[in-house]
Antibody, heavy 121, light 108 residues
């Protein structure tokens, strides 16, 4: 399987917006839900949100609800994370991850290496 | 659901056996529990899903077990590449999805 690649990270001021992308050349990627997970400096992994394979369903964590929006363009094999009203505490490496499943279990079987977002004045 | 991992840091030598623990704050299905390995700067890697099923390509030195709300990841004979941070994750019927705070496995 081909690892997804995140892009779009950088330094941004509090209150501003930033858009991250997750891209893959693997055709099968579009058949699965995609998640965003972040890791703040010195901290563990935190789930951010998910989008279904066809984009009809999204869900996000309480910490970003109303500020972050996930979308996808399956014609381009990309998933995006639109982040607005950014806060200093949103500073983190952001990973995208492909969901997979068996009849009984759901898990993230393929991750990118992440892109760093720094929110600072 | 809160997942609490212990210990926070585990210091062992290559060749030794490592046991990492993850405790759920309430009853969860074993089917919902996964383990990941993460080296800084790299992509996290799925090791175990459904508490005890090894992911494709994962060495049989890695095994997972469950007992009630307690879950363990065991690495039978540590290799140099095993020294990393390990996370448990709970993904039930629907979000939110939670991770434990991680266990850092470091070389003695």
């Amino acid at each position: 399987q081909v690892q997804p690649v995140e892009s779009g990270g950088g330094v941004v001021q509090p209150g501003r917006s930033l858009r991250l992308s997750c891209a893959t050349s693997e055709f099968a990627f579009i058949n699965y839900a995609t998640h965003w997970v972040r890791q703040a400096p010195g901290r563990g992994l935190e789930w951010v949100g998910v989008i279904s394979y066809d984009g009809t369903y999204t869900s996000s964590s309480d910490s970003v609800k109303g500020r972050f929006t996930i979308s996808r363009d399956n014609s381009q094999n990309t998933v995006s994370l639109q982040m607005s009203s950014l806060r200093v505490e949103d500073t983190a490496v952001y990973f995208c991850a492909k969901e997979s499943h068996t009849l009984l279990s759901k898990f993230f079987d393929l991750w990118g290496r992440g892109t760093l977002v720094t929110v600072s004045s | 659901i809160v997942l609490t991992q212990s210990p926070g840091t585990l210091t062992l030598s290559p060749g030794e056996r490592a046991t990492l623990s993850c405790r759920a704050s309430q009853s969860i299905s074993a089917n919902s529990l996964s383990w990941y390995q993460h080296n800084p700067g790299q992509a996290p890697r799925l090791l175990i899903y459904g508490a005890s099923n090894r992911a494709a390509g994962v060495s049989d030195r890695f095994s997972g077990s469950a007992s009630g709300t307690d879950f363990n990841l065991t690495i039978s004979r540590l290799e140099p590449e095993d020294f990393a941070v390990y996370y448990c994750q709970q993904y039930g019927d629907s979000p939110p999805i939670t991770f434990g705070q991680g266990t850092r496995l470091e070389i003695k």
